[in-house]
């Protein structure tokens, strides 16, 4: 019989999607606040691949940032409760101005965060679900037939690489 074992701590990352660099400022050091120092941060991508996200602006843009220390992954549920609640710090006319989605990169997957079940989705506790975007094949990340559209860009790819080369040198060290 296996014993229950305690996986290492993950990797916490945020996208923060918008058409507004003041809403954008603002967010990440409300985040910043919250979670501590940012390691690593991407270039805005721009984002064009659903109109779901129209009420939030045009021209939007992706921003992912990811923090030093790491997390307990059981913590993503709260996490994503809080980012929710800034979110919501931003309404303009009763419409989301920012959309702030937390995941957790391990070695060998990325997680993303949700408040909505599909049938790739696992429930972690508080309404919140968890989606596995990439798993790590052949020294990369892949995605998986689920996977978002944005997050099939090289420019995500290469940032979620970057920040697996960062955690890794970080769990070295432990």
């Known amino acids: 019989m296996a014993q229950p074992t305690i996986p290492p701590k993950a990797k916490l990352f945020i996208g923060l999607l918008t058409a507004r660099d003041d809403v954008l400022f603002h967010s990440i050091n409300i985040l910043q606040k919250k979670f501590g120092t ?8 721009p984002f064009s691949h ?11 843009y992706k921003v992912f940032i990811s923090f030093e220390k790491l997390i307990n992954r059981e913590d993503i549920a709260k996490i994503k409760l809080f980012t929710n609640k800034v979110e919501t710090k931003f309404l303009h006319n009763g419409n989301r101005t920012i959309n702030i989605d937390p995941g957790y990169l391990t ?6 965060a949700s408040c909505k079940d599909y049938f790739h989705r ?3 506790g508080k309404g919140v679900y968890v989606e596995n975007e990439y798993r790590y094949v ?5 995605p998986w037939e689920w996977t978002y559209p944005d997050y099939r860009k090289k420019e995500y790819l290469q940032f979620f690489e970057t920040l697996r080369s960062i955690y890794y040198e970080q769990i070295k060290q432990r």
């Open 138 to 142: 052949a020294k990369h990340y892949q």
């Open 107 to 112: 070695l060998s997957n990325v997680f993303l």
């Open 50 to 60: 659903t109109d779901y996200y129209s009420t939030i602006g045009k021209n939007l």
């Open 122 to 124: 696992v429930y972690v």
């Open 38 to 45: 940012i390691d690593l941060q991407s270039e805005p991508i």
